[in-house]
């Protein structure tokens, strides 16, 4: 029983990290695509450009994890 619920918790811990990761990525790139947007008034080019990016960054890195497993 104790492996049973270890399996549990070790799978809600790698879906949160994964959660995590990908809401992470997505927000660096959101910032750093507002804030390339402010510097050179290209609105809203480098935002979506870096949503993207973070989008992709995310998935590659999801990816990675899986693999690994």
């Not at 399996?7 to 927000?27: D, H, K, P, R």
């Amino acid at each position: 029983m104790p492996e049973k619920r270890n399996g549990v918790w070790s799978a809600l811990s790698l879906a949160g990290t994964i959660g995590l990761n990908m809401a992470a990525t997505v927000a660096v790139g959101l910032f750093l695509g507002r804030w390339t947007d402010n510097y050179f008034a290209t609105s809203p080019w480098f935002t979506v450009s870096g949503i993207i990016a973070g989008m992709i960054a995310g998935l590659w890195s999801t990816y990675k994890k899986i693999v690994k497993l």
